[in-house]
């Protein structure tokens, strides 16, 4: 089962514009993270926020979590063309030191940057 | 800088064969991933492997099967194709989580697309 869900599904802005995704999740987590996912291509890694933290930035990117209403939002300033692609939240829950983490990723929101 | 590298990128197979995909890191990490991405459902996780030796089920393991051959490598085995199967298959791997506040995020590979016909 899907534990994240993004909103939008499909997103399309001009260059220049501020891009917002959401993701609402269903069960307690440990950390909320961001993946973004070129045509074709691997998912990678953007910005991770811990459960006790509200808000996070990096370089043109930032995240918001709102444990109470279990939804996080990913902002993208600036976009430019070479943002156009599909951005993925992925959970993590808790679990003990020495395993492995276990990521539960939503349905993904594909972003279209116009020039 | 090769991170993950899986293999093949594209297969095509007849329901009913097996095939076996490859995922090599060299990372030097101990935790390895297979997931499946399904048009609109985002990434769902097939087996995992904490480290060398161990592996477990995830949420969609029905019909894989998967070897931890050694810490670089983990493959994964369709012993009898289905046409549900069709999907594009990712490994990712990650280091162990060492506890408190520290993290690593999972590399992925760039994925194998199968279809069954």
């Known amino acids: 089962s899907q534990q994240g869900e993004e909103d939008p599904q499909a997103l399309s802005i001009q260059e220049g514009e501020n891009a917002t995704m959401n993701c609402s999740y269903k069960t307690s987590i440990n950390n909320l993270q961001w993946y973004r996912q070129n045509s074709g291509r691997g998912l990678v890694h953007l910005i991770l926020i811990r459960s006790n933290e509200r808000e996070k930035h990096s370089g043109r990117l930032r995240v918001t979590l709102d444990t109470s209403k279990k939804s996080s939002s990913l902002l993208i300033t600036a976009s430019r063309a070479a943002d156009t692609a599909s951005y993925f939240c992925a959970t993590d829950g808790f679990t003990t030191p020495g395993s492995a983490r276990q990521l539960t990723f939503g349905s993904g929101t594909q972003l279209t940057v116009l020039p | 800088n090769a991170g993950v590298t899986q293999t093949p990128k594209f297969q095509v197979l007849k329901t009913g064969q097996s095939m076996t995909l490859q995922c090599a890191q060299d990372?030097?990490?101990?935790?390895m991933y297979w997931y499946r991405q399904d048009p609109g459902m985002g990434l769902r996780l097939i087996y995992y492997s904490a480290s060398e030796g161990t592996t477990d089920k995830g949420e969609v393991p029905n019909g894989y099967n998967v070897s931890r051959l050694n810490k670089r490598e983990f493959s994964l085995r369709l012993e009898s194709a289905a046409p549900s199967q069709t999907s594009v298959y990712f490994c990712?791997?990650?280091?162990?989580?060492?506890?408190?506040?520290?993290?690593?995020?999972?590399?992925f590979g760039d994925g194998t697309r199968l279809s069954i016909l």
């Open positions: 990712a791997s990650s280091e162990r989580w060492r506890g408190g506040a520290s993290y690593q995020p999972q590399h």
């Open positions: 990372m030097n990490h101990n935790s």
